[in-house]
């Protein structure tokens, strides 16, 4: 078809132009949607908008279509509205389906500025939290579009469309509900940005792991509560956290250098790690890893689950034996947002559409840094002070923040095989 061939586009609906929503509610099967516009086909009538939900097998289907114009058998005065009344519920009820048909004028009304995605994540999610989270939303003038599920498990996921309200407005709004009812709640800008190509990094210890790396080398030097001590000093603020590395690593000094694939044996991912990678990966994110441990074990883990950047600090290893000193740059606190902005532009992405993921205080400038922070089982001062929070031991849960759903997480599992 030449370009003169091409059609003009039908104009919306104003708001005198006389529009019917058709309704169609009942058991599902194969075929329904056909059949509606078919039926409707016969009438020479426009779709304005169209949405449709299966809910256990039963589906709401709703068309909102121009009225049909009167025959010119009919004249003036006649209408083959009613006939596509009776037409339409007449097709239905040879199906066993419900009808309802309302008339009305123009589109669907416009929907208010500030426009945001709040993300709820539940386990589980009971009647009462989505009555509170829904009051919040309209108390602070927004109003609720659209909602639909994104995962049942291993948490239930559920997505409300907001608009009428700024995003930031609502974050204020829902972060103290979210911790009132214990669930977690994520609001961020709707936008093309969110399925564009993303960068996702994260912390490693208690994040990306289940353990504390230096932890892990404590054990075989036989210091562990040496360790720990400096550790709890450096948590009183007694330490800043790269005097606190070099007083833990100093315990290190000594031990063979055997440790180390050692210590990488006895590593645990955390529950859902794999997964978020993978599936990531497959939807073309980019993801890296920063950490205040060391190399020895990060350089691995990004070999393992393939990851696009890595860095943390690094064992000084001489004669097969650790020294018990770091070499190079410290991976500290402002290290990590330092190399969150290095990795976005090596990746090419703008810091807003990158995402930060950590549990501790050193990793706050990195998760305030990014577009979105989610603090993972984190301490109260982290959780409060970043974007969204993560509470259950599942470190996937994280993809439902960013709209990706379950069906799409097992879709790039079964890709990756």
């Keep these: 078809m030449s370009a003169s061939q091409i059609p ?65 058998a009919q004249g003036t005065t006649g209408s083959s509205e009613g006939d596509l009344r009776a037409t339409v519920h007449s097709w239905a009820e040879s199906l ?53 599920r994104l995962a049942k498990y291993p948490v239930t996921a559920v997505e409300f469309a907001v608009s009428g309200a700024a995003t930031e407005a609502l974050r204020t709004v829902l972060a103290p509900e979210a911790a009132q009812l214990g669930v977690d709640i994520a609001v961020v800008a709707a936008g093309l940005q969110r399925r564009a190509q993303r960068l996702v990094v994260m912390d490693v210890d208690s994040t990306l792991i289940q353990d504390e ?54 590593v645990r991912l955390t529950p859902g790690a794999r997964t978020l ?11 890296g890893v920063v950490s205040g441990g060391f190399t020895q074990v990060t350089d691995a883990l990004k070999e393992e689950l393939g990851l696009d950047f890595a860095s943390a600090n690094t064992l000084e290893i001489v004669d097969g034996r650790l020294t018990g000193r770091v070499t ?58 970043a974007h969204t929070a993560v509470n259950v031991p599942f470190l996937d849960t994280v993809l439902y923040l960013l709209g990706i759903t379950r069906e799409e997480v097992e879709a790039a599992e079964t890709h990756v095989g």
Excluded: W
Aim: proline letters at 5%; charged letters at 20%; hydrophobic letters at 45%.
């Design 8 to 72: 003009p586009a039908t104009a919306v609906p104003g708001d005198d132009v006389p529009t019917l929503l058709v309704k169609i509610f009942g058991k599902d099967r194969p075929g329904i949607t056909a059949g509606l516009f078919d039926t409707l086909a016969a009438y020479s009538v426009d779709v304005v908008d169209i949405e449709q939900v299966v809910t256990r097998g039963r589906i709401t289907l709703c068309a909102l279509v121009t009225s049909p114009s009167p025959s010119p």
């Design 213 to 266: 790396v230096i932890e892990l080398f404590a054990a075989h030097a036989g210091c562990e509560a040496e360790v720990a001590e400096v550790t709890a000093a450096a948590m009183r603020g007694e330490l800043d956290f790269e005097q606190s590395l070099h007083a833990r690593v100093e315990l290190l000094g000594g031990l063979d250098a055997s440790v180390v694939e050692a210590v990488r044996k006895e």
């Design 328 to 385: 190079g740059d410290i991976v500290d606190r402002a290290g990590k947002a330092r190399l969150l902005r290095e990795f976005a532009q090596q990746a090419g992405v703008p810091l807003a559409q990158t995402v930060a993921i950590g549990d501790g205080a050193n990793d706050l400038d990195m998760l305030n840094t990014a577009g979105l922070g989610v603090a993972f089982n984190a301490k109260p001062v982290v959780r409060e002070a």
């Design 277 to 287: 990678v993978r599936t990531l990966k497959r939807l073309g994110y980019q993801v």
């Design 96 to 148: 066993n389906l419900q009808a309802e048909i309302i008339s009305g004028r123009g589109d669907n009304r416009p929907r208010g500025t500030g426009r945001s995605h709040v993300t709820v994540l539940g386990h589980p999610l009971t009647a009462e939290t989505a009555a509170a989270i829904a009051a919040a939303i309209t108390a602070s003038g927004g109003n609720i579009d659209r909602i639909f």
